[in-house]
């Protein structure tokens, strides 16, 4: 008789989970409280296009992700595609793809350019992060690029990112953002390339549904799962569809907040352990415009005037044949989900991010957006500090046949579907 595996959330981690566990042999059943699977990756209609949530992409280093769409037959749905860095500084607009484009950086003098570049080249090939853990960031940049380029370009990414965390983030998170995109360059300082799948990440999600469907296993959306109970030497899932029980082993993939409610009343000690860790929410614009705002696929906003983290212009990377010329782009604000730029309105977050793209490209103003979503996620950034590797949550829980998966574990990378996908594999690989 098969041991029942029952797998809580619906995201990635949890679609892949249920993926290899079927092909171990498991009867798997996964639960997700919403009414579709995906969770970050999940798309949306946006007008007839369908369109994700929250923007991804690929790069050349992302393995996991790349091996398994070839497996699932997929592998002739994903297109790399040069694409363009740029950042806006103080009202001025510059490419930051190339080592030209750095050398005619011309808010920093000479010398800090060369040591900005300097960074990239040893960032790509560093692979001992470990020592990089106990150094702040704002520390390890400061001696690494100078004063001048950290103010000019990290400071202000790290503020918008992390807000009042910014000054606790461990150099090792930093270390691995330059790292990840530098591997997507023929050489370290040449223009990167970027990939995504036809159709967007929803390709892969429906392949991987389509696949548990077809091995036998249950997907359960729109069923929320409140408490973990053990019952003798299995579990049961409370939830508001009633109990659910008999399950050999459970796989938890979802964020850690709501992962240490469903773990309180069978151990409230590890629940404690799992609330330590702090998050930070994001608020997620994306807006449909007549024209594009400027020839970056990613533009670094280091602008005081302009508080966001970046703008993502995605149809930059992927055309979109199916609107063009429209164009799609992401504005994303991280924000604590106790600010009250977290609860604006949708109608305050409209103006303001029209503001930001007026700012860049005076020709789009606020009559010309066809169209305006926003979304929010509370727990979408974990905050990484100093010493975070001897923080970060284990796979096996205290509770025996219990197991965690979640973005904290991929540090110090952040959460990137590859990293998610390759976890949820070894998992598999190691305990089942």
């Not at 993926?19 to 171990?24: H, I, M, T, W």
């Not at 530098?182 to 050489?187: F, V």
């Not at 991929?410 to 996908?421: C, F, K, N, Q, T």
Request: glycine content about 8%.
């Amino acid at each position: 008789m098969k041991k029942k595996l029952a797998v809580i959330g619906g995201g990635i981690s949890g679609l892949t989970a249920s993926y290899f566990a079927l092909r171990k042999g498991y009867a798997v059943e996964l639960y997700e409280a919403s009414d579709r699977l995906g969770g970050l990756a999940s798309s949306f209609d946006f007008a007839g296009l369908r369109i994700e949530r929250v923007y991804h992409f690929l790069c050349g280093g992302d393995d996991r992700i790349l091996d398994l769409s070839r497996r699932l037959g997929l592998g002739d749905k994903i297109r790399f595609r040069p694409t363009r860095t740029a950042i806006f500084l103080d009202g001025r607009y510059y490419p930051f793809t190339s080592a030209a484009d750095l050398l005619r950086f011309s808010p920093l003098p000479i010398i800090s350019r060369f040591r900005f570049g300097w960074n990239i080249v040893r960032s790509k090939y560093l692979s001992r992060w470990e020592m990089l853990d106990n150094v702040a960031a704002v520390d390890w940049l400061r001696r690494r690029i100078g004063k001048k380029a950290y103010r000019a370009v990290w400071e202000p990414l790290l503020k918008t990112k992390f807000g009042p965390y910014h000054e606790r983030i461990s150099a090792a998170w930093i270390w691995h953002r330059t790292h990840r995109v530098a591997s997507s360059r023929r050489t370290p300082l040449s223009r990167e390339k970027m990939g995504y799948f036809e159709g967007g990440t929803q390709t892969l999600i429906d392949e991987i549904e389509k696949q548990i469907l077809g091995s036998g296993g249950m997907i359960r959306l729109g069923t929320a799962v409140g408490q973990l109970k053990r019952a003798d030497d299995r579990y049961d899932l409370l939830t508001d569809a009633g109990r659910r029980g008999g399950f050999d082993r459970v796989v938890i993939a979802v964020p850690l907040p709501v992962a240490a409610r469903l773990v309180g009343g069978e151990s409230p000690a590890y629940a404690r352990e799992l609330s330590r860790i702090d998050f930070i929410g994001v608020v997620c614009g994306i807006l449909r415009l007549p024209e594009k705002v400027s020839d970056a696929f990613w533009l670094n906003i280091n602008d005081s005037r302009l508080s966001a983290s970046g703008l993502i212009e995605y149809t930059n990377l992927n055309p979109l044949q199916s609107i063009a010329p429209q164009k799609i782009v992401y504005i994303s604000l991280y924000t604590p989900t106790d600010d009250p730029d977290y609860a604006s309105s949708e109608e305050t977050l409209r103006v303001r991010f029209m503001k930001i793209i007026k700012s860049i490209n005076p020709s789009l103003d606020e009559d010309k957006l066809l169209g305006f979503r926003v979304f929010r996620e509370p727990h979408a950034q974990p905050i990484c500090p100093v010493g975070f590797k001897n923080t970060m949550p284990a796979v096996a829980t205290p509770l025996k046949n219990v197991f965690l998966l979640d973005s904290t574990q991929l540090y110090p990378s952040d959460r990137v579907l590859s990293g998610l996908i390759g976890g949820a594999e070894k998992m598999v690989d190691d305990y089942f």
